[in-house]
């Protein structure tokens, strides 16, 4: 796609229509890499927060490693209305699913660092919450550490079972494709025997 196709969805992003901005936003996600510099620029130069918001959201969906440093920027940003909230909670996802991409650990580590102390000091549960979604997702033995260190101090019962659940996925064997399912053969033992009969 050309910079003038990009340029183009990048002001949809301002259009007062919220199915034509939420487009805009699916249509840069589905370019991947190629907007996100353009994005990063155009997030700098707005003023508008729905703009922001709507950049954050296309940033956090492509969870391309050059938007990091954004994305932890605004984890950390104090709230100052609701939608901040919900673009932290966002920003803090995204970060997730730019570290289930990469295991490059001077990428990782300010991102595991930043989603801990959000886990571990945020007011907000949604945000304790989503912090413990992208920390499962990123899955390192430090993304892990962090979440077993907040499962003790955690007070909300919402972001306690979740953590429980980010740490359970964690302990559960990825399926070996060279091995064969030990449950097969428990299935195929009845049906020896009554054969051998």
Do not use: F
């Amino acid at each position: 796609m050309t910079c003038t196709n990009i340029n183009t969805l990048l002001k949809q992003l301002s259009d007062p229509r919220p199915d034509v901005a939420k487009n805009a936003v699916s249509a840069l996600v589905n370019l991947g890499p190629d907007s996100v510099d353009p994005l990063l620029q155009a997030y700098q130069k707005s003023q508008d927060q729905n703009v922001q918001a709507y950049i954050i959201q296309a940033l956090a969906r492509i969870g391309d490693t050059r938007s990091r440093d954004l994305l932890i920027e605004i984890v950390g940003v104090e709230v100052a209305n609701h939608c901040q909230g919900n673009i932290r909670r966002v920003a803090a996802r995204g970060l997730g699913v730019m570290g289930s991409k990469t295991t490059d650990t001077s990428i990782l580590s300010p991102a595991i660092d930043k989603l801990t102390w959000a886990l571990t000091n945020a007011e907000d549960w949604a945000l304790r919450y989503a912090a413990a979604v992208a920390l499962e997702e990123i899955g390192t033995p430090a993304a892990v550490t962090a979440l077993q260190n907040a499962q003790t101090n955690e007070s909300d019962l919402v972001v306690q079972t979740r953590i429980q659940t980010a740490l359970e996925s964690q302990k559960q064997p990825l399926p070996n494709p060279n091995c064969q399912d030990p449950q097969s053969n428990l299935r195929e033992e009845p049906l020896l025997q009554q054969a051998q009969h």
